[in-house]
Nanobody, 122 residues
């Protein structure tokens, strides 16, 4: 079974930084795009950033410059470095990945992590 597990969330003061990690494990052949989404209370889930297997990244316009996405293909892991955090960044952050596995005939399947809570508050 393939799963994504996020870590690194927590409570941080405004202006602080956090680094989220998401590791994919299981019977993985390869991973195409990976990304981070977030969902704040009472709001819909939104894209934060995405990154291709080759390392090309894209960001939600309002977050570019404060957030940096990266990945380690050897570790099947994607990271989100967040800096200059604001209270409005408070949300559950979800990892997303397009995974190819022998478990589903090597087709690409979109998987989600369980989410990690980031709270920005003084």
């Amino acid at each position: 079974q393939v799963q994504l597990v996020e870590s690194g969330g927590g409570l941080v003061q405004p202006g602080g930084s956090l680094r989220l990690s998401c590791a994919a494990s299981g019977s993985i052949f390869s991973i195409d795009a990976m990304g981070w989404y977030r969902q704040a209370p009472g709001k819909e889930r939104e894209l934060v950033a995405g990154i291709t297997h080759g390392g090309s990244a894209n960001y939600a316009g309002s977050l570019k410059g404060r957030f940096t996405i990266s990945r380690d293909n050897a570790k099947n892991t994607v990271y989100l470095q967040m800096s200059s955090l604001k209270p409005e960044d408070t949300a559950v952050y979800y990892c997303n990945a397009d995974v190819r596995s022998s478990s589903w005939s090597f087709r690409s399947r979109e998987l989600w992590g369980q989410g990690t809570l980031v709270t920005v508050s003084s």
